[in-house]
């Protein structure tokens, strides 16, 4: 059965923080991020225009994946390998979304919506808060 999108915004969460400034400003931003796409796909927005989505999260790649990555091989974090291909895998997904959107594919605003709310439960709740746990026990 198809889940459906609330309009509602998520809201930000004390749980959701990794006390880590890098780690919990991109979290932030890629909560309002989730909160667009909702907006887009449920709230009856004229403008169905998602550029500036795929915009964002490239530079959530850019900026903020690649900072993490460097970090964690300067720091020898074990999962180093796993974690750099899974931001591969993101913007692997990110990219193929932009294809399926450019070419007028109707069901990419769903599914890239549950992908993105997957990546926040599954990588940045859980992946990246063990990297973040890893790199707070380097620093005594
Ligand atoms: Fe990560």
């Not at 890098?22 to 550029?51: C, H, P, T, W």
């Not at 074990?78 to 899974?86: A, I, Q, T, V």
């Amino acid at each position: 059965m198809k889940r459906s999108i609330s309009p509602d915004p998520y809201t930000w969460k004390k749980e959701y923080e990794l006390n880590d400034k890098l780690y919990d400003e991109q979290a932030r931003k890629f909560l309002e991020i989730i909160n667009q796409m909702r907006k887009i796909i449920a709230g009856g927005v004229k403008d169905r225009d998602i550029s500036d989505i795929f915009f964002q999260l490239t530079y959530y790649h850019e900026q903020y994946m690649i900072r993490e990555e460097i970090n964690m091989k300067k720091l020898n974090y074990d999962d180093f390998e796993n974690h750099r291909e899974s931001h591969k895998k993101f913007i692997d997904h990110i990219l193929a979304f932009r294809e399926g959107y450019e070419k007028g594919d109707e069901d990419v605003y769903d599914e890239m919506y549950f992908y993105l709310e997957k990546w926040f439960d599954d990588h940045m709740m859980v992946a990246d808060r063990s990297a973040v746990n890893y790199i707070a026990g380097t620093r005594i």
